[in-house]
């Protein structure tokens, strides 16, 4: 069986280049899996865990929503930020939370940026609390 490429950028920079026996993904509506061969696919992200796995290795980073993109064999993911899983912290995430829960929501725009806000931090508190 084949490999994929699997490339993750963020406004700043190139965030992981690297081959894969399978990527999962966290997609708007739920997560996906991708191994080689899948057919072509244009996803939403959401907050939340990309995983690639190749042999008995697996890498996991945070992904701050943004798009995905599967065309031969390649996966390529544009997201605002990616974070890897080992720098993510319980105490920041639950401040985060926190944070995110006391903003000012009086109008539809401010309660939609509250929820993008407490959406983010529970993403980031999920994957600080599996570990790395």
């Known amino acids: 069986m084949g490999k994929l490429s ?3 950028v963020t406004p700043e920079k190139t965030a992981l280049e690297q081959q894969a026996d399978f990527v ?19 996803g939403r992200l959401a907050f ?5 796995k190749e042999g008995g290795e697996s890498v996991r980073y945070y992904l701050d929503g943004g798009f995905v993109q599967v065309t031969q064999d390649l996966v390529s993911v544009l997201t605002n930020r990616a974070v890897p899983a080992a720098e ?13 829960r006391q903003r000012t929501a009086n109008s539809p725009e401010l309660l939609v940026i ?19």
């Open 6 to 8: 699997c490339v993750v």
């Open 114 to 132: 509250r929820d993008r806000a407490v959406d983010q931090a529970r993403a980031q508190l999920r994957m600080a609390r599996r570990g790395t």
């Open 88 to 100: 993510l912290n319980v105490e920041v995430a639950e401040q985060l939370l926190e944070s995110a």
């Open 48 to 52: 939340g865990e990309i995983r690639l």
């Open 24 to 42: 999962v993904l966290p997609l708007f509506d739920g997560e996906i899996g991708i191994a080689p061969g899948h057919s072509p696919l244009i």
